[in-house]
């Protein structure tokens, strides 16, 4: 009897393991608190950044991260899972009394809704399926623009210098680079011929294997942008490793396994419980991945 055949590399996860937060500048934590936590029923963090100048915002194992100043504006987007898709739209709708005057916006539309946060970064939430796996509750992806023709070479780069699958597709709305960065999470990098506005300092953190071997690959091509301590560094421009052309900006947080905050718990709550229909036992809620 012949031995049924699999795809072996489907599974592969490659070197970027795990895509733990983005993090962007916001200039008041009450808007930001009544835009996360409110209106998206994510959860602030009780145990880290409870003060008045960052705040914590846990979704499944990933978070974001919103430090007090000018705020940053993604030329992307971010998208999560959500397990609760039918009641979004009520909380979405309950946040807009602390937000009017803001940019923020929502849009609900059959799987997806598309938010803007109060100063204008853009989220996308899905209902939790089949598309995203076991995920009930995460961040199976960040977006970002780029210019035409740069796919291939950002591919590239993350192949060959940080070890992550990476293919290129026509996914129906244009040529887009998915780069593997964790179980069910993707770096997805969209070609446009339209204007891209210039970097403004906003990042992602990511979690290696292969923590030296990525760092040399990287400092050979004298792109290291912070040596942040023994267990994390940064780098902001992504290259092509042929050429050495700059093709893109966008800061990573890259850490180690060893690193102490490495699959730290995180408290997620039940955005469902109210003080007028309370169950006892229901107050947190506990995602799949």
């Known amino acids: 009897m012949a031995a049924e055949m699999f ?7 490659g070197n970027i393991v795990f895509l733990e937060h983005v993090n962007f500048r916001v200039p008041d934590q009450q808007l930001a608190t009544a835009f996360y936590v409110t209106g998206l029923g994510f959860t602030r963090d009780p145990y880290l950044m409870v003060g008045l100048d960052n705040m914590w915002i846990n979704l499944g194992k990933s978070q974001f991260h919103l430090p007090t100043g000018t ?9 999560c899972v959500v397990p609760d898709f039918d009641a979004l739209e009520g909380r979405l709708r309950d946040a807009e009394k602390w937000l009017t005057g803001t940019r923020y916006s929502y849009r609900v539309e ?14 996308r939430l899905h209902r939790a399926g089949h598309q995203f796996g076991f995920m009930t509750l995460g961040m199976p992806y960040v977006e970002f623009p780029v210019p035409d023709g740069h796919a291939e070479g950002i591919a ?9 699958p990476a293919r290129v597709e026509d996914d129906g709305t244009g040529v887009a680079v998915y780069v593997q960065v964790g179980a069910g999470q993707s770096l ?16 992602i953190a990511v979690y290696v294997s292969d923590f030296g071997g990525a760092h040399a690959k990287l400092n050979e091509r004298g792109i290291i942008s912070q040596e942040s301590n023994p267990y994390q560094y940064r780098f902001q421009e992504i290259v092509d ?7 893109y900006e966008i800061e990573h947080e ?36």
């Open 254 to 289: 890259v850490r180690s396994f060893t690193h102490p905050m490495y699959a730290r718990p995180l408290v997620n709550r039940n955005p469902a419980q109210r003080q007028p229909t309370y169950q006892p036992g229901q107050d947190a809620f506990y995602p799949r991945y």
């Open 188 to 203: 997805i990098f969209r070609e446009t011929r339209e204007e891209i506005r210039p970097y403004d300092g906003y990042h």
């Open 110 to 123: 059959g799987t997806h809704a598309d938010v803007t946060c109060p100063w204008g970064n853009r989220i």
């Open 156 to 164: 590239r780069f993350y192949v060959q210098v940080m070890g992550a």
């Open 71 to 79: 705020p940053n504006l993604s030329r992307g987007r971010v998208g």
């Open 241 to 247: 490793p042929e050429s050495g052309k700059l093709l």
């Open 7 to 13: 795809d072996r590399t489907a599974q592969d996860v």
